[in-house]
């Protein structure tokens, strides 16, 4: 619960606070246009790494990354971004 709370609330503040146009502006469908960095998506996936499930865990959370960049609704650099800061929440216990 902590861990999805701080992965949520740190992607929410920073992409108010950046405000980065996705690839697929302006044309996104449901999501915000301007809230492209980082990738919350992925930052959630790879806040679910360590531990014994590790083997399955990150080829999830690189193919989810992947899917969101694939998609048009982040750069590379959103997805790197919020990889790593998902497995710097993932330390959280």
């Known amino acids: 619960?902590?861990?999805t709370a701080v992965t949520v609330g740190v992607a929410y503040g920073v992409k108010k606070l950046v405000g980065r146009e996705r690839?697929?502006?302006?044309?996104?469908?449901?999501?915000d246009p301007n809230a492209s960095f980082y990738?919350?998506?992925t930052a959630l996936a790879f806040s679910t790494l360590g531990g014994p499930?590790?083997?399955v865990s990150l080829?999830?959370?690189?193919?989810?990354?992947?899917?969101?960049?694939a998609a048009g609704k982040h750069?590379?650099?959103d997805v790197l971004v919020g990889a790593l800061a998902?497995?710097?929440t993932s330390r959280i216990r």
Do not use: K, Q
């Open 53 to 55: 499930r590790l083997a």
């Open 1 to 3: 619960g902590v861990r």
């Open 59 to 69: 080829p999830l959370a690189i193919t989810s990354g992947g899917l969101r960049g």
């Open 86 to 88: 998902g497995t710097l």
């Open 75 to 77: 750069w590379a650099s």
């Open 39 to 41: 990738s919350m998506n």
């Open 23 to 31: 690839p697929c502006a302006p044309e996104c469908g449901l999501d």
